[in-house]
């Protein structure tokens, strides 16, 4: 006997699959890189569309401005008991500027769908639809389903976060679905600290007068041995400086040099300690100065007291459409960080199966859009419990 209707709710997805591509394909559609407004702000309004084409009116609508960023859009629909909401928390811009279409436009190749932002996170949007519809199709009781869309979350979230954190905080459980690792949910993913050094130093004439100068590129050089020797393989904490620049010419002491840092952290104690030894660099040469910047960017993702009930859900569900569902860690981080600090319930990575995302092979596997979509569908079912 099952324990959901996971797999009734995979079999109406698998019924309209043809309807979900061209949800689809509307979507990846519409370009919406994280940087431009414009673009956003145009989006938008045909995303409403078709959610409400879909879904029918909200019960409840609020629009935020994004300031820079794109606009944050709140909808509820209203379900059938018990009270509460549901929230899925997804972005809607992706990390492809304009024009990318033009060059990779969506296409099928046999199970492949590829795209830009196919998987990170449009498939998501798409994917709570179809569970609303499915859970109405098969009379399933389900709360309310809260759908907020952010516009920076792959720029950091500086927009977003408010209104994901206020819009957490009361849901019975916060989905999101992030590209899946393979099939597994996420509930362990490392946080971000940004780092920017900039060393200003004397500039001088290499061979007339090299000791008048003071090399804010030797200095930088000094100074990246001590920045990475902030990692603890222990810890799980890694550092990468990932750009330098400096310097005008070969034969000019350099006045300017700069370094991006990132780190990556899992243990939430790791980000005071790392945050204080980047305050804590001095150049070695008095003339030069050294300024740091920081960004706090996320703090990590880990098991919170809710992890293992969530997991459970996840894996009833899963057990219904005859799938494993596994739990996998992940470097790289998402708006569930957030909402994971606060102590909230959150599921993470429950979107498209499929590989690259932010890369030119991005893709989601058209054979797992149903499952996903009914594992999701089953998590609600069970929460409504
Ligand atoms: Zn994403």
Known sequence: ???????????YVTAHLDDVLADLALLVGLETPSQRRDLLQAALPRIEAYLVGRLGEPSGRTQHDGGEHGDVLDLTWTGSGPAGHVLSLAHYDTVWPEGTLAQWPLRRDGDRLTGPGVLDMKVGIVQTVWMVLALRELGLPHPDVRLLLTADEEIGSRGGRPHLEEAAGDALVTLIAE?????????????????????????????????AGASAVHELARLVPTVLSLADR??????????????????????HATCAVDVRIQHPAEEDRVVAALEALRPTDERCRLEVSIDRNRPPMNPTAHTERLLALARSAGADLGVEVRDEPVGGASDGNFIAARGLPVLDGLGGIGAGPHARHEHVLVSGLARQTALMAGIVEQVAR
């Open 1 to 11: 006997m099952p324990t959901t209707h996971a797999a009734a709710a995979r079999d």
């Open 179 to 211: 590209p899946s690792a393979a099939g597994a949910v996420k509930t362990r993913r490392k946080g971000m600290v940004f780092a920017d050094l900039t060393v200003h130093g004397v500039e001088s004439h290499a061979g007339l007068d090299p000791d």
């Open 234 to 255: 222990e810890r799980q904490t890694t550092v990468n400086c990932g750009t330098i620049s400096g310097g005008t010419g070969r034969n000019v002491v350099a006045g």
